[in-house]
Structures are given as structure tokens and as C-alpha cells.
């Protein structure tokens, strides 16, 4: 028979792990990982800025965004942004379109439509500051 103090023990750890689940569910419902056969159109139908970021599982810069969790952080710091990871592995004929020429590759849209024009792509790696500076002057446009 197990005593009240190990049922306790056993519900509390529950608890906590539910708990923290939920906390990383909420951190990263903005961060949408684009599907194979998924179109990213249909992703950009949001009334928000949505960041690109276009990446390749083997590239170096890109493990670097992976590793220090770039995308996490700005996605708890804008929960207005929505973050959506293209691998160009699984989604070649969409970086032709998007004419990516190096990767990391980060670009924007808001309403749907591409933000274009000066300092409104990002190519290799960037700090969270640096990015966040960026995030903020897409807000402004």
C-alpha cells in the first residue's frame, strides 16, 4: 500500500510536470515549423507580422540559432510576432521562389504581404538584441 505522503509526493510531481508542459506550449504558440506540402500562404493569413526564418539542419549559423534557442526567446518577447522555421531541405522549390541565396535567411510579412525595402531581411547569424532591434523597426513600418 502506498502512504498519503507518496501519494502526495506523486501528485505534486504530476502536477509540476503538467505545469510545465503548458509553460513551454504558451513560450512557443507563436513558432510554427512549416510542414512538407504545407504552403506558407496559408501560414501568413494573419493579421500580424510574421518573421521567416529560413534554415538548413547541416549549416553552422543555423545549429547556432538552434542551440542558444533565438527563435524561443523572441518569440516570449514578441507574443504578438508569429515565428514560422522553413528547413530548405524539405521545402526547396519555396526558397527558389523566395530567391535565398545563403542561409540563416530571415525575412518578414504583415498582412500577408512581403515587407520589402532596406534593412527588411536578415542574412547569417544575429544576437536576440540585434534581432529584436530588427523586429521593432518591422513593427514601425
Not at 48 to 72: D, M, S
Not at 86 to 101: E, I, N, S, W
Request: positive net charge; charged residues 25%.
Amino acid at each position: 500500500m502506498i502512504s498519503s505522503k507518496t501519494k502526495l509526493s506523486i501528485l505534486a510531481s504530476a502536477l509540476l510536470l503538467v505545469a510545465s508542459s503548458s509553460l513551454v506550449a504558451a513560450a512557443t504558440e507563436n513558432i510554427h515549423h512549416l510542414k512538407p506540402g504545407e504552403k506558407l500562404e496559408n501560414v501568413l493569413l494573419q493579421d500580424r507580422l510574421t518573421v521567416v526564418k529560413i534554415f538548413a539542419t547541416w549549416c553552422p549559423p543555423c545549429q547556432r540559432y538552434a542551440k542558444e534557442k533565438i527563435i524561443e526567446q523572441l518569440a516570449k518577447a514578441y507574443p504578438d510576432v508569429l515565428f514560422v522555421e522553413v528547413d530548405t531541405d524539405k521545402h526547396k522549390t519555396l526558397v527558389r521562389k523566395l530567391k535565398v541565396r545563403s542561409i540563416p535567411y530571415l525575412l518578414a510579412y504583415k498582412d500577408g504581404e512581403r515587407i520589402t525595402g532596406k534593412g527588411t531581411t536578415i542574412n547569417g547569424f544575429k544576437s536576440v538584441s540585434y534581432l529584436s532591434d530588427w523586429i521593432d523597426g518591422l513593427l514601425k513600418k
